[in-house]
Each structure stands twice: as structure tokens, then as C-alpha cells.
């Protein structure tokens, strides 16, 4: 019964340590390979749509302000369901915007700045240990400059 186990032994270490075992791990190692290649091509066009939805959501609020002649309660509530329509957290801030006077008015052909952030949480690795998995926070962000649409009379 000890020899039979001792030369078992002797197989398997032949079998790691030999060219007898190199066949087999050659394609397991490379199908591994090629799986975390397609994880992280799949988490990479996530990150694009994601990307396309912060940009599509600047690219909407800067033509209502545009049309606007201003920035109202009206954008505050288009973000509001872009997200909720979309999915994501986005945040929007206007800068590089002259107002009219002391009025939150922009006049005709007057520029301004639209910027949207988010984040993406791209996730490295969920531990069986643990119920948190290990997220790396990709930040994302969108800049569409506008120019104001409305002719805004001074009295």
C-alpha cells in the first residue's frame, strides 16, 4: 500500500515537474488569459456607455439653457430624470457664463460652459470573505459649450 502511494507521488511529481504536464497547462493557462481579456474588454464598453450617457445628458441640458436664455429650475429637473432615465449620478455645474446685470439671464450670442461629472465603479475583485468587493472609481466628465439663443431686452 506504501509503495502504491509513493509511486502515485512519483507520477504526479513527474507530471508537474516533467514535460508530460506541459501540455495540459499550456491551454489552461492561455483560456484563462483570454477569459480576463473578455472581463475587461465587457467592464471597458460599460465604462463607454457610461461615458456616452454623462455626454448625452450635458449635450440636452446645454440646448435648453441655450433656449432658455437661462439657467432655471426647468435644467435642475431635466438632470433630475436624465438620471433617474439613464441610470447614472450625474452632476452638472455652468461655468464661463456672464450674466445680464444682476439678473440670471444670459443675453443672445453670450457663451457659456456645461460641464457634467460622474463616476464609473469599475469592480477589481469581490472576496469571498468579505461583502464588499475591491471597486476602482473611474471619474468621468463632459464639456459642451453653449451659446444663449434669447434676446433679453434692457429697460
Known sequence: MRRRKLQAFQRWKAFFSGREGELLW????????????????????????????VHYI?????QTIELN???TSDVK?????LNDKLQTNAKMT?????YLDSSKKIQFRDSFTVVVEDSYDMTILTPAFSKRPVVLKIPIKSTIEGMSEVYWKDY
Open 26 to 53: 499550456e491551454p489552461i493557462v492561455i483560456m484563462l488569459i483570454i477569459v480576463i481579456m473578455i472581463l475587461n474588454c465587457m467592464n471597458l464598453l460599460q465604462m463607454m456607455v457610461k461615458y456616452q450617457h
Open 58 to 62: 450635458a449635450k440636452e441640458l446645454a
Open 69 to 71: 436664455g437661462q439657467v
Open 77 to 81: 429637473e431635466q438632470l433630475r430624470d
Open 94 to 98: 455652468v461655468e464661463n457664463i456672464r
